[in-house]
């Protein structure tokens, strides 16, 4: 129960393995819905077809025979909206309300349904009165989808943050000392392209007394667990490094470029660096080296040359910061080729078209396993990369 009259009705999912068929989820995630008993009761949100029956029973306890007059659409990803017809069907006099953009979003997961007269449409600064509840909408679009919107309990001081504020795992399986970990690895796969659109919620959160933040994935924020999320995304949301220190990934086909990561790795730790974390893009989760990248200020780029090009493990990872548009770090390049080598040029070109991303030189330049006079160069690099 999040107050006396708002409820948690949301599930677990301790059985799925790939969130969004991308992102590994080892402590399972959760679907978020929420119930406002008022004189007019509201449904904040549904859940995933794949835990529906289990929803619905949640669903059926907190109404105790009680009829839902609203169903409050945050989001229209089907892990939150699957159900919406099923309510639609099995409550009559329930009425839809969400965005104009959400509308038009009904057919592509309804195909069929007559949402004639069911549906009410709202904007920015309405309003929805449930009797001692009043819900403010706020417009929250491209967070991450166009028609997300966030509505705002006058009466318990609630943000209903869509996917804001979310994290990856079940409730049964959170730990309240780290949010930030898993938050923080949703956040910049997730919604880490649309830093600009976050930043004016954050704006807008800061002209209302929020108590707790009710997320559609994750554990409801309170206290200084509040604060310190909401610092966080305002820090995430500008681009800037949340702490210092250098990741340094790498794309090694036959373990020459990793010996070189991992030995420029060992020289940035005995030059000072506070953190090095060393990662290896053939094996390691691409959503948590996505997430160190954005964490530190420095990053390293290590590849091997591959048909004329760069190692497909590094195109990815550099493509995935590109389209989260990934910005204001400095990289330094190692590339690895035995007669060739192309890597460098790849890297260069995908970096340079980041924003606001300096390339330090040196770039080093191995030829199939690391020689000694590559330490000097090695050396060199970090010692660029660190000023």
């Given at each position: 129960m999040?107050?006396?009259?708002?409820?948690?009705?949301?599930?677990d999912?301790?059985?799925?393995?790939?969130?969004?068929?991308?992102?590994?989820?080892?402590?399972?995630?959760?679907?978020?819905?929420?119930?406002?008993?008022?004189?007019?009761?509201?449904v904040?949100?549904?859940?995933?077809?794949?835990?529906?029956?289990?929803?619905?029973?949640?669903?059926?306890?907190?109404?105790?025979?009680?009829?839902?007059?609203?169903?409050?659409?945050?989001?229209?990803?089907?892990?939150?909206?699957?159900?919406?017809?099923w309510?639609?069907?099995?409550?009559?006099?329930?009425?839809?309300?969400?965005?104009?953009?959400a509308?038009?979003?009904?057919?592509?997961?309804?195909?069929?349904?007559?949402?004639?007269?069911?549906v009410?449409?709202?904007?920015?600064?309405?309003k929805?009165?449930?009797?001692?509840?009043?819900?403010?909408?706020?417009?929250?679009?491209?967070?991450?989808?166009?028609?997300?919107i966030?509505?705002?309990?006058?009466?318990d001081?609630?943000?209903?943050?869509?996917?804001?504020?979310g994290?990856?795992?079940?409730?049964?399986?959170?730990?309240?000392?780290?949010?930030?970990?898993?938050?923080?690895?949703?956040?910049?796969?997730?919604?880490?392209?649309?830093?600009?659109?976050v930043?004016?919620?954050?704006?807008?959160?800061?002209?209302?007394?929020?108590?707790?933040?009710?997320?559609?994935?994750?554990?409801?924020?309170k206290g200084?667990?509040?604060?310190?999320?909401?610092?966080?995304?305002?820090?995430?949301?500008?681009?800037?490094?949340?702490?210092?220190?250098v990741?340094?990934?790498?794309?090694?086909i036959?373990?020459?470029?990793?010996?070189?990561?991992?030995?420029?790795?060992?020289?940035?730790?005995?030059?000072?660096?506070?953190?090095?974390?060393?990662?290896?893009l053939?094996?390691?989760?691409?959503?948590?080296?996505i997430?160190?990248?954005?964490?530190?200020?420095?990053?390293?780029?290590?590849?091997?040359?591959?048909?004329?090009?760069?190692?497909?493990?590094?195109?990815?990872?550099?493509?995935?910061?590109?389209?989260?548009n990934?910005?204001?770090?400095?990289?330094?390049?190692?590339?690895?080729?035995?007669?060739?080598?192309?890597?460098?040029k790849?890297m260069?070109?995908?970096?340079?078209?980041?924003?606001?991303?300096?390339?330090?030189?040196?770039m080093?330049?191995i030829?199939?396993r690391?020689?000694?006079?590559?330490?000097?160069?090695?050396?060199?690099?970090?010692?660029?990369?660190?000023?």
């Amino acid at each position: 129960m999040i107050s006396e009259t708002i409820k948690y009705i949301g599930v677990d999912d301790l059985d799925i393995d790939l969130f969004e068929s991308q992102y590994v989820v080892p402590e399972g995630m959760s679907y978020n819905s929420y119930l406002i008993d008022d004189e007019k009761i509201a449904v904040m949100d549904t859940a995933d077809q794949r835990k529906g029956d289990e929803w619905k029973e949640n669903l059926k306890a907190a109404l105790n025979g009680r009829q839902p007059d609203y169903l409050v659409v945050h989001h229209m990803e089907p892990d939150h909206s699957a159900l919406i017809a099923w309510m639609l069907e099995t409550y009559p006099a329930l009425q839809l309300v969400c965005s104009a953009q959400a509308v038009k979003m009904l057919p592509n997961f309804f195909e069929g349904f007559n949402f004639e007269g069911r549906v009410i449409t709202v904007k920015e600064g309405d309003k929805l009165e449930l009797g001692s509840h009043t819900l403010q909408f706020i417009s929250a679009a491209m967070i991450h989808w166009p028609e997300v919107i966030m509505s705002y309990d006058s009466k318990d001081k609630v943000l209903f943050s869509a996917d804001g504020f979310g994290k990856f795992g079940a409730l049964v399986n959170d730990d309240p000392d780290d949010w930030a970990c898993e938050a923080r690895r949703y956040y910049f796969n997730i919604c880490g392209k649309y830093g600009t659109q976050v930043q004016s919620v954050v704006k807008k959160m800061a002209a209302l007394d929020i108590q707790a933040i009710c997320p559609l994935h994750g554990p409801v924020l309170k206290g200084e667990a509040l604060a310190e999320a909401v610092r966080l995304y305002d820090t995430w949301s500008q681009y800037k490094p949340e702490s210092e220190g250098v990741l340094v990934a790498y794309a090694s086909i036959h373990g020459g470029t990793a010996k070189a990561a991992e030995r420029l790795g060992e020289i940035l730790r005995e030059k000072g660096a506070p953190k090095v974390v060393v990662s290896d893009l053939s094996r390691d989760d691409m959503a948590e080296v996505i997430e160190d990248a954005f964490r530190y200020p420095k990053i390293v780029v290590a590849a091997s040359s591959y048909d004329a090009g760069v190692f497909p493990v590094m195109h990815d990872f550099l493509y995935h910061l590109q389209i989260k548009n990934y910005q204001k770090r400095r990289f330094a390049i190692v590339e690895n080729g035995s007669w060739a080598p192309t890597a460098g040029k790849v890297m260069r070109t995908m970096i340079e078209a980041m924003k606001d991303c300096e390339i330090v030189e040196p770039m080093v330049t191995i030829r199939s396993r690391m020689k000694a006079s590559d330490e000097a160069l090695l050396e060199q690099l970090a010692d660029s990369l660190l000023k």
